[in-house]
């Protein structure tokens, strides 16, 4: 399994509506999308963040389908203006050495294929996460 991590803070000026709309988008990703096999999205306790969302799908033909599925594009359109703060990883069960390098791929692929979405994230004022080039 891989575990597709969102955590974010979002900017002081996001309104409560702004919030709850991006909010339901990524709970949307986790019903709408095939590739999802569970999610959970709420409150990030414990750590820096306000939000965060998990997705969990089985491999990394499952993860690239997540990656593009356009309930996600549109994710990405409701809500990257508004973060502050995004961090967005990976966690796996699976023991490949080349994991990372095929998980870096994909993310890095996904961008190619949507530079608009990319330059959307290369805003964001504090970004960590796969795929954006140095």
């Known amino acids: 399994m891989i575990y597709h991590i969102n955590r974010a803070t979002l900017k002081a000026t996001a309104t409560p509506e702004q919030i709850e709309v991006a909010l339901e988008s990524w709970r949307n990703q986790g019903r709408s999308n095939p590739a999802v096999k569970s999610f959970v999205v709420g409150r990030d306790h414990g750590g820096d963040f306000e939000y965060s969302a998990v997705f969990a799908?089985?491999?990394?033909d499952g993860l690239f389908a997540y990656l593009t599925h356009p309930s996600t594009y549109e994710s990405d359109r409701?809500?990257?203006h508004l973060a502050e703060r995004l961090d967005i990883f990976d966690i796996s069960d699976d023991d490949d050495p080349e994991l990372s390098s095929k998980i870096q791929?994909?993310?890095?692929?996904?961008n190619e294929h949507n530079p608009e979405v990319a330059a959307m994230i290369a805003e964001?004022?504090?970004f960590v996460g796969a795929g954006l080039e140095d």
């Open 57 to 60: 799908v089985e491999d990394l």
């Open 105 to 110: 791929e994909l993310h890095r692929r996904r």
């Open 78 to 80: 409701i809500g990257l």
């Open 124 to 126: 964001v004022p504090t």
